[in-house]
């Protein structure tokens, strides 16, 4: 396709705002391709490369000013181009408002205005992305300058905004997915899969239109091409108990995501086989059969030059094909540091060895996407982390705190569903100096790129509350001697309204305590329930504030913790009814 075509769909497409006209416009641009399908979809997303892949063009928003000012000639400076930029804030239409072409005798960056096709432009931006070493940046702005001097209008407006990663057209992810679908009449869903399993709207748009939905079926997980990792939201361990049979708690660590690749035959990068223009992968790790291991960052960059001791770890614990999630955590004297030690790290492209003296990190693997030729992507959270035990041979991360952690291994799940176990798991996390507890739902597949609502990361209570101790229960079985749960006031004018009860993060030494100390203030009992006069103040964490009519005050509290008692506050100190109140609006 020529790419002043591509250019005239683009703007169509940029001038429509109906999702649905959007995927028709999409549809017909990929219907129209040829072999440069595969860039096609990438392009109208405002992509150059596979989503799998980390290389950039690595060009400065100066040096493309540069370019656009010399391809605009003699009298126009980068300046200028930035002065315009200043004033319509899209350098496409900066780019757009210019004369190009008028820079002849320059036959070897295409001089005069002969027509660009798209793979030509593929081609160009590609050797731009290849260009290192001293002089590159010349080369850079070369190489674009070449192509500026060679469109039109349309085709400078898209061409900039293509290389500054502005496309801005409305074309999203869903809006290709659903084009190849209509395009090449295949269901919707095998796309969304094997998009989710090459992470290559290219690759998966070709196999698409030429192998139909048996090729889309047919796509895998390859170990050494990155997938999109899967994402938590923020959530409660009420919702979590209330939307699950059970909950997967584990710690939650303060590091960076990777994605762990080991093959002991060596990694090649898939998807690389094929030579028709716009296929080839720009990276040079086809050749790299030596390389066993290979780790990416949360966006696809390839950190393990940074990562000797976890590829020293995968090295001596793997031997079968795998894919693997987690954690990179930076350790001192078994505490974790902040996540920005390890960032320094992933960022250090000298001098490892010295780094690595300095802060040693440590891999928490969480999940296990491939295994000995299997994709587990549709496999339950359990069996996933049970393919993790096995393929780590049990190299279990300390989540033990009495073994505090001091080594790469595999993250310990425990599914349960009595909140208690989970206040015990987020407390250990917490006294080791993680950062809290994601809760998984046990059942659920690994759904790449999704923040969905089967992984919740539950931070720690921001506030807590001071609450008077007006009843409680006792306990049952071995805690039939000791108080077990415990009714919580709020102070108002005329006395106490109750908002709860707390019987969750209380050891058995704690209830021994607890019991010695309320006993004396038990003023009537009837059965298990004893009422107590107000004397004691426990602090109590909690994750919610909830309007309900089931305790005196009108509110209830959301998963209540005992942090402690408060021997320093009298009934009088403890929190007001209206303090509740306005900590329940500012939620
Ligand atoms: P956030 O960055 O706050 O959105 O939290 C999600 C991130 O927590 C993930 O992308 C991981 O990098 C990190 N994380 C730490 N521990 C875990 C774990 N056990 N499971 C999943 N993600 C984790």
Redesign the pocket.
Known sequence: MEFAEFAERARDIEGTSADTAIVDAVTELLLAADDDLEVLARFVQGRVFPAWDSTTLDIGPNYCYAAIARAAGQNVSADDVEARLAESGDIGAVAASYDFGGQTGLAEFGGGRESLTVSEVYDELEALADAEGSGSQDTKIDILFGLFNRTDEDEARYLARLVLSEMRIGVGEGSVRDAVAAAFDVPVEEVERALQVSNDYGRVARVAREEGVEGLESLDLDVGRPVQ????Q?GTVTDALEEWETVGV????????VQLHYDPEGLTMPGTDVTSSGDASPSDATTDDALSVRIFS?NMEDVTDALPEVVEYAEATLDEPVIL???VVAMEDGEPLPFQEVLRRFRRKHDVARAREEVAVEL?A??CLHASGDDLLDAPLTERHDRLQAVLAGTVAGTDPDAPSSFSGV?ALTVTDDPDEIAGVEENALDTG??G??L?NPESTYSPGR?GKN?L?R?PDVETLDLVVTGAEWGEGRRASFLGTFLLSARTDSGYETLGKVATGITDEELAHLTELLEPHIRSQDGQDVDIAPEVVFEVGYEEIQASPTYSSGYALRFPRFLGVRDDRTPDDADSLSRVERLADTQ
Do not use: N, P, T, V
């Not at 990792?229 to 938590?232: I, N, Q, R, T």
């Not at 584990?250 to 995501?257: I, L, P």
């Open positions: 990792a899967m994402l938590a923020a584990e710690w939650k660590y303060d590091g960076a995501r949360r999630d987690g954690e928490r969480f999940d993250s993680h950062e507890i994601m998984k923040r992984w990361k931070k």
